[in-house]
């Protein structure tokens, strides 16, 4: 069965902090990984990873996929307060419709 | 351009009571997906459709769930007659291509079943 573990479950950072989210995977057919980020109702979309895009950056977001090791990483440099969230990875399965794998997700929080 | 919306919000019901979620995604999207976050467990695939039929619908839990989507525009997802443990998120997502990109989620539907 495929399977995606994030870590670490929550996380608490003062504002200016950097993390780094960590998104491991098994699947039997993979074709891409999703990041999203989640505050208080629908999660937003922020990255999609696969084969030919391996790295992804957006402001002081920035994603790398590890297709060898089967890992996903989501760093987040000078935190803010608005960052507080909680971050998803998901893999899409192209076997079934492209329907996405979840992981438990990261709670991030960042205090002032 | 209006987002996937759903409705309600959130719904308190009894156990062995029947409710109705509905879905209303992004106009001109084909696939439409339910997904639900139970307590404490990561979002779970329930179905997908295709315009107006079921591609995949693996991830429901029992014959209790029925999901419909008429016309192939909005979906409904009822659960007759619900169980505790049917509380939980349900999220509708709805993407104009197969690829895994451009998802959009709604905000979500709270169950809470008493």
């Known amino acids: 069965e495929d399977k995606v573990v994030q870590s670490p479950l929550s996380l608490v950072v003062h504002e200016g902090d950097t993390v780094t989210l960590n998104c491991s995977y098994e699947?039997?057919?993979?074709?891409?990984l999703l990041w999203y980020k989640q505050e208080k109702k629908a999660p937003t979309f922020l990255f999609m990873l696969?084969?030919?895009?391996i790295e992804k950056k957006s402001g002081r977001l920035s994603s790398i996929l590890d297709k060898k090791e089967l890992f996903s990483i989501l760093n987040i440099t000078a935190t803010q307060t608005g960052d507080s969230a909680v971050y998803l990875c998901?893999?899409?399965?192209?076997?079934?419709?492209?329907?996405?794998?979840f992981g438990k997700g990261t709670s991030l929080l960042v205090t002032p | 351009e209006a987002g996937v919306t759903q409705f309600p919000s959130h719904s308190v019901i009894e156990k062995g009571q029947t409710v109705t979620l509905r879905c209303d995604p992004i106009s001109g999207h084909d696939n439409l997906y339910w997904y639900r976050r139970v307590m404490g467990k990561e979002i779970k695939f329930l179905l997908h459709?295709?315009?107006?039929?079921?591609?995949?619908e693996s991830g429901m839990p029992n014959n209790r769930f029925l999901a419909e989507r008429t016309g192939g525009t909005y979906s409904t997802l009822k659960v007759q007659p619900a169980e505790l443990e049917d509380s939980g998120v349900y999220f509708c997502?709805?993407?104009?291509?197969?690829?895994?990109?451009?998802?959009?989620f709604g905000s979500g539907t709270r169950l809470t079943v008493v």
């Open positions: 459709f295709v315009k107006e039929s079921k591609q995949d």
């Open positions: 997502a709805s993407s104009q291509d197969e690829d895994g990109d451009g998802y959009t």
């Open positions: 998901a893999v899409a399965n192209p076997n079934s419709g492209y329907a996405l794998n």
């Open positions: 696969t084969s030919s895009g």
């Open positions: 699947v039997t057919n993979f074709r891409s």
